[in-house]
C-alpha cells in the first residue's frame, strides 16, 4: 500500500473519509474529492489531499485522476428522494467523467461504489446473489441511476478499464448520519413505525468491514475484474431485534407505533405527492421506498465476495451496534454540554 497514488471520490462522504484514513495510515498517497470542505479541510490536516469540487464538474474530475493508480468511487447523489436530473447528472454523468479521467491518466484499476438497492422490488427477497435478475421497474430514482452508473463501468470494463464493483448494504457506525440516526430522531421526536410487527429480515453493515473490501478490490485478482459482489455483515436480523439492541444499547426507551404496510404506504403516497406539487421537492418525512424497505425483507449472499476477494467481516453486527451507541452518547454529550 505506501506510496500508491489514490483518489478516493465522495472522500469528504461517511464511507469515503473512513476509507481515505486508512489508506492514509496504510502509506498510500491520498487524495479526496468531495463538497465538505468542513470534513475536507479536517483531512488536509491529517496529510490528506482534499480537492474541493463536484461530480458533475467534467473537467475538475478528470484533471483530478492525473497521476492516480487506483481510483475508488465512491461519490453519488444518495437519498430515498430527489429529482431525477439531479440524481442522474450526479450518479450516472458524474460516473462517466471519473471514467474518462481514468482513461485519459491511465489509471491501473477503477473500484466503483454501487448499491443493492437495484435489488428493491418491493417484496420478500432472501440470499440474493450478484447474478440475480433486477426488478422490470425500479424502486426510485435512486436505485435506476445506480443502475444506469454501473453500466457504464460496465462498458468501461469492456473498452479496456480494469474496474470491480461492489454493492455494500445499509452501511451504519460512528460518522453515520443516514440510517440509525434517523431513527434515533424519529424515536425522539415521534415514534418509530413498525410495519407487519418489525418481522422483516435485514442486512445491515458495518462501515470499516466495507473498507476491508475496497482495500481487497485493490489487490483482488485479475478473475475479479468486471464484476459486482455483494457486501454485507453476513449476518441477516429481523429489523425489530435491531431497534431493540440500537436503543438497549443508547439507555433509550423504544417509542414505537404498529403501523399496517398498506397505511403506510398509502400516508407515503401522499406525502410524496405533497413535496412534488407544493413542496419544492422537499424530502418527504416517510417515503414509499422507505416504507417498503422497512416492511420487506431483503438478503443479500455474500459468498462470491469470500470466495474471490478473501473478504470476510471483521467487526460483527452487535459489536458494531456498540461501538456506534458509544460514539453516538459521546456525540450527544459533547452536543449538549453547557461549557
Same mark, same amino acid.
Given at each position: 500500500?505506501?506510496?500508491?497514488?489514490?483518489?478516493?471520490?465522495?472522500?469528504?462522504?461517511?464511507?469515503?473519509?473512513?476509507?481515505?484514513?486508512?489508506?492514509?495510515?496504510?502509506?498510500?498517497?491520498?487524495?479526496?474529492?468531495?463538497?465538505?470542505?468542513?470534513?475536507?479541510?479536517?483531512?488536509?490536516?491529517?496529510?490528506?489531499?482534499?480537492?474541493?469540487?463536484?461530480?458533475?464538474?467534467?473537467?475538475?474530475?478528470?484533471?483530478?485522476?492525473?497521476?492516480?493508480?487506483?481510483?475508488?468511487?465512491?461519490?453519488?447523489?444518495?437519498?430515498?428522494?430527489?429529482?431525477?436530473?439531479?440524481?442522474?447528472?450526479?450518479?450516472?454523468?458524474?460516473?462517466?467523467?471519473?471514467?474518462?479521467?481514468?482513461?485519459?491518466?491511465?489509471?491501473?484499476?477503477?473500484?466503483?461504489?454501487?448499491?443493492?438497492?437495484?435489488?428493491?422490488?418491493?417484496?420478500?427477497?432472501?440470499?440474493?446473489?450478484?447474478?440475480?435478475?433486477?426488478?422490470?421497474?425500479?424502486?426510485?430514482?435512486?436505485?435506476?441511476?445506480?443502475?444506469?452508473?454501473?453500466?457504464?463501468?460496465?462498458?468501461?470494463?469492456?473498452?479496456?478499464?480494469?474496474?470491480?464493483?461492489? @454493492?455494500? &448494504?445499509?452501511?451504519? +457506525?460512528?460518522?453515520?448520519?443516514?440510517? %440509525?440516526?434517523?431513527? =434515533?430522531?424519529?424515536?425522539? !421526536?415521534?415514534?418509530?413505525?413498525?410495519?407487519?410487527?418489525?418481522?422483516?429480515?435485514?442486512?445491515?453493515?458495518?462501515?470499516?468491514?466495507?473498507?476491508?473490501?475496497?482495500?481487497?478490490?485493490?489487490?483482488?485478482?485479475?478473475?475479479?475484474?468486471?464484476?459486482?459482489?455483494?457486501?454485507?455483515?453476513?449476518?441477516?436480523?429481523?429489523?425489530?431485534?435491531?431497534?431493540?439492541?440500537?436503543?438497549?444499547?443508547?439507555?433509550?426507551?423504544?417509542?414505537?407505533?404498529?403501523?399496517?404496510?398498506?397505511?403506510?404506504?398509502?400516508?407515503?403516497?401522499?406525502?410524496?405527492?405533497?413535496?412534488?406539487?407544493?413542496?419544492?421537492?422537499?424530502?418527504?418525512?416517510?417515503?414509499?421506498?422507505?416504507?417498503?424497505?422497512?416492511?420487506?425483507?431483503?438478503?443479500?449472499?455474500?459468498? @462470491?465476495? &469470500?470466495?474471490?476477494? +478473501?473478504?470476510?467481516?471483521?467487526?460483527? %453486527?452487535?459489536?458494531? =451496534?456498540?461501538?456506534?451507541? !458509544?460514539?453516538?452518547?459521546?456525540?450527544?454529550?459533547?452536543?449538549?454540554?453547557?461549557?
Amino acid at each position: 500500500m505506501k506510496n500508491r497514488r489514490v483518489l478516493v471520490t465522495g472522500g469528504t462522504g461517511f464511507l469515503g473519509q473512513k476509507l481515505a484514513r486508512r489508506l492514509h495510515e496504510q502509506g498510500a498517497e491520498v487524495t479526496v474529492l468531495g463538497r465538505n470542505k468542513r470534513v475536507g479541510e479536517a483531512l488536509q490536516k491529517e496529510g490528506i489531499r482534499f480537492v474541493c469540487t463536484d461530480i458533475t464538474d467534467q473537467k475538475a474530475v478528470r484533471d483530478v485522476c492525473y497521476g492516480k493508480q487506483i481510483v475508488i468511487h465512491a461519490a453519488a447523489f444518495s437519498s430515498p428522494w430527489g429529482r431525477y436530473r439531479d440524481m442522474y447528472a450526479a450518479n450516472v454523468e458524474g460516473t462517466r467523467h471519473v471514467i474518462e479521467g481514468c482513461r485519459q491518466h491511465n489509471v491501473e484499476r477503477l473500484i466503483h461504489v454501487s448499491t443493492p438497492s437495484l435489488y428493491f422490488a418491493f417484496e420478500d427477497r432472501l440470499g440474493i446473489k450478484e447474478s440475480d435478475p433486477l426488478p422490470q421497474r425500479f424502486a426510485n430514482e435512486y436505485a435506476e441511476t445506480k443502475f444506469l452508473a454501473e453500466r457504464e463501468v460496465d462498458n468501461a470494463f469492456e473498452n479496456g478499464l480494469a474496474t470491480i464493483t461492489i @454493492r455494500p &448494504r445499509a452501511l451504519f +457506525g460512528p460518522g453515520d448520519n443516514a440510517i %440509525l440516526p434517523r431513527l =434515533i430522531r424519529a424515536n425522539k !421526536n415521534r415514534f418509530v413505525p413498525i410495519i407487519e410487527g418489525g418481522r422483516a429480515v435485514i442486512d445491515l453493515t458495518y462501515v470499516d468491514n466495507v473498507v476491508d473490501a475496497l482495500l481487497l478490490c485493490m489487490d483482488s485478482s485479475e478473475k475479479t475484474l468486471g464484476k459486482v459482489y455483494n457486501i454485507t455483515n453476513g449476518e441477516p436480523v429481523m429489523l425489530i431485534d435491531v431497534l431493540k439492541s440500537v436503543f438497549a444499547k443508547l439507555d433509550m426507551p423504544l417509542n414505537s407505533k404498529e403501523v399496517s404496510y398498506r397505511q403506510a404506504y398509502g400516508i407515503a403516497s401522499v406525502l410524496e405527492l405533497l413535496s412534488r406539487t407544493l413542496l419544492a421537492y422537499r424530502e418527504p418525512m416517510l417515503t414509499r421506498y422507505t416504507v417498503g424497505v422497512l416492511a420487506k425483507s431483503q438478503t443479500l449472499d455474500i459468498t @462470491r465476495a &469470500r470466495e474471490e476477494l +478473501g473478504y470476510e467481516p471483521r467487526v460483527g %453486527l452487535q459489536e458494531g =451496534i456498540e461501538i456506534f451507541a !458509544n460514539w453516538w452518547r459521546q456525540e450527544h454529550e459533547r452536543n449538549t454540554d453547557p461549557a
